[in-house]
DNA sequence: GAAATTAGTAGACGCGTGTTTACAGGTCAA
DNA sequence: TTGACCTGTAAACACGCGTCTACTAATTTC
């Protein structure tokens, strides 16, 4: 037997990732990280404190969207859209993303989500920005994102067959730049 | 003492329709049910069965969207519109939509959710469009909805400004009107 | 090689959950 | 008034949860 405590902690890591991005923070237990890890459950309390100390390194150590905003606000919607799109129809997702959407009604880790939401999805989206209400528009896209992955949660790849991959790009974009871009209508009805 | 059967059933089921959609399924307990209500725990499994069930009971009770689908396909994005921005702003939100977001993360009520998701919104909202692609498009509507309730959930009512609610309204209205209408651009770009 | 340090383990602790059982007490027909 | 029936109640059940403690055993230090 192994006895190496670097490698056991990274274990335990990995195994926590992957279970609170596929079941959300509530279903999944400490003997089940335990088991994914192959280590004693006594060790996750050792080595990270609790439950929701662990669940708050693991969002503190998964970044930001995974590059999916380094792009010019002009080209923003079209990158989101295919971002959402391929979550939608493909196996598998972002597990920043499916973290966070699984997890949102667990009242003990509130504050983590709220602060998650915020550092890794709005204020990044808001910050690529510019003209009025740029809080505003980031915020329904956030809705959109995160509505997307309850979606998904829901109904797996079924809402949208995958040779409609291409109408689901297009409409998203179209939603996304509604989302995004400055209205240019100077004369607004009364 | 008071003893009325369809009284207690009823107070019993006031207080779980109220409780779920404020907490979502796994925070309420039946103690919490119970006292609520003002009723003895053991009642309620007497007269609904189990959890699941006095849970799946709610949800067929309460309707569907109230009058929000209740007209034409045309001002169907303004009036989903000013739905969203309401409960993004005002205090109270529907219990129809709250109780689905805040219950999704359950697998033990996976299948009435998802059912529920595609009766009381997805469907109804796909049999209001006409045009191509009209599932996809209802289901992006769907997404943008209960995202909001999401967004709603973690941060209340200061996503937005109550002062801004004219610029969401309007922001929405487009957001909505390129979920849902057709895109009239015969010249597909390569 | 002996002693100290540390990783790993087994098991129990207290608590809260949904559910059930045995019983008390009000209600109503005969 | 008596007795059957039904509503309401208290307590317990079995289980799973996060957490903690006492212990074993491998590794390191001298």
Same mark, same amino acid.
């Given at each position: 037997?192994?006895?190496? +405590?670097?490698?056991? +902690?990274?274990?335990? *890591?990995?195994?926590? +990732? ?13 003997? *089940? ?6 280590? @004693?459950?006594?060790?996750? @309390? ?33 990158? *989101? ?62 809705? *959109? ?25 297009? +409409? ?19």
């Amino acid at each position: 037997m192994r006895r190496d +405590r670097e490698d056991t +902690r990274r274990r335990i *890591l990995d195994a926590a +990732r992957r279970l609170f991005a596929e079941l959300g923070y509530e279903q999944v237990t400490m003997r *089940l990280i335990a088991a994914e890890a192959d280590a @004693n459950i006594a060790l996750i @309390n050792r080595y990270f404190g609790a439950k929701r100390e662990l669940f708050a390194e693991v969002l503190a150590q998964q970044g930001r969207f995974p590059g999916v905003l380094d792009v010019d606000e002009e080209g923003l919607p079209r990158r *989101l859209a295919e971002y959402v799109a391929d979550r939608l129809t493909s196996g598998t997702g972002s597990p920043v993303v499916a973290t966070i959407s699984r997890s949102a009604a667990s009242p003990e880790i509130h504050e983590l989500i709220r602060d998650r939401v915020l550092s890794a999805i709005l204020e990044p989206l808001e910050a690529r920005l510019t003209g009025p209400d740029t809080r505003l528009r980031a915020g329904i896209a956030t809705a *959109l994102i995160m509505g997307t992955g309850t979606l998904r949660q829901l109904f797996g790849t079924d809402v949208v067959r995958a040779q409609d991959r291409d109408a689901l790009v297009a +409409r998203l974009t179209a939603v996304f730049e509604a989302c995004l871009t400055v209205v240019d209508r100077p004369s607004s009805p009364t």
